[in-house]
């Protein structure tokens, strides 16, 4: 089983929707939980963090965790051509280790 | 506040040879993460360094190695290339305390062996 699991895609949203991309993690001591963008050929970015339950708001992105299912989620409202990229779901454990998914493409349709 | 940076920004090799990759972390940063990006295994930790002690560990072969100098900045090092090494190499840096902190991307290294 993988430490961190995401849907590959591509998942494909017209302008102007709420994209919802999803990634679930296999240990219950993972501390903190963050969203990574990464345009092709460039490198991951980071968007959001997330370390209590509940939901995070910054701007159009809401981060979602729910640690008691080992689930985090990343809403992007009003989607954007611009927002057209892979997103990386990565979490945290001791001693500063992190572990990624293999990333969400998205595509966002004019 | 500066980014992280790497250098150089690509580098092309060939099978057999050595090469140094270098990483200047976010200053006040004192952990440096290293990463191997490919299209069919995505994002593989390497190692960590914090203090310049080699924290966490990877599972890579000992061909790949690292260090932290005092001032955080910190290298890697890949001996006898092979084709399969071929990949982006990223470094993050984070201050690398508690579980509140988060980790920030160089733009990478693009390394192709011929």
């Not at chain 1, 159009?60 to 299912?69: C, E, G, P, V, W």
């Not at chain 2, 890579?60 to 890949?78: H, I």
């Amino acid at each position: 089983q993988k430490e961190v699991e995401q849907n590959s895609g591509p998942l494909s949203v017209p302008e102007g929707a709420i994209a919802s991309l999803n990634c679930t993690y296999s240990d219950r001591v993972s501390q903190s939980f963050f969203w990574y963008r990464q345009y092709s050929g460039k490198s991951p970015e980071l968007i959001m963090s997330i370390y209590s339950n509940g939901d995070k708001e910054d701007g159009r992105f809401t981060a979602q965790l729910n640690k008691a299912s080992q689930y985090v989620s990343l809403l992007i409202r009003d989607s954007q051509p611009s927002d057209s990229a892979t997103y990386l779901c990565a979490v945290k454990r001791d001693f500063n280790k992190f572990y990624f998914g293999s990333g969400t493409k998205l595509n966002v349709k004019p | 506040k500066a980014g992280v940076t790497q250098t150089p920004r690509y580098l092309i090799k060939t099978r057999g040879q050595q090469v140094t990759l270098s990483c200047s972390p976010i200053s006040g940063h004192r952990s440096v993460s290293w990463y191997q990006q490919t299209p069919g295994q995505g994002l593989q930790f390497l190692f960590e360094y914090f203090s310049e002690t080699q924290r966490n560990k990877g599972n890579f072969p000992g061909r790949f190695s690292g260090r932290q100098f005092s001032n955080s900045r910190s290298e890697m090092n890949v001996s006898t290339l092979e084709l399969g090494d071929s990949a982006l190499y990223l470094c993050a840096s984070s201050n690398g305390l508690g579980p509140l902190n988060e980790q920030f991307f160089g733009p990478g290294t693009r390394l192709t062996v011929l």
